[in-house]
């Protein structure tokens, strides 16, 4: 017989009892008990990202304000 087939059979068979034994190692029942962790945390404010937008309208510069963190705009356009 051929040294290949040899070590290929070798092969299937190790493979084939490994898979024998990885139901029985994964049916074992772990039992984890829980754990009462109190953890204080402080509520802290965050900076609030904001664009300005530029625009002239009738020859006038305005300016409006968008919200990045909120999505929606914070004022209206305002005339500089």
């Known amino acids: 017989m051929n040294v290949k087939k040899i070590f290929v059979a070798f092969l299937l068979i ?5 898979s024998f034994a990885v139901p ?6 772990i ?19 904001t664009q300005i937008f530029w625009r002239t309208y009738d020859g006038q510069l305005q300016m409006r304000v968008w919200s990045i963190t909120n ?10």
């Open 24 to 29: 029985v190692m994964a049916a074992e029942a």
């Open 71 to 80: 999505g929606r705009w914070l004022t209206d356009w305002m005339d500089l």
């Open 31 to 49: 039992v984890v008990e829980p754990v009462n962790i109190e953890i204080e945390q402080e509520v802290t404010p965050r900076t609030e990202m």
């Open 14 to 18: 190790s493979m084939m009892m490994l």
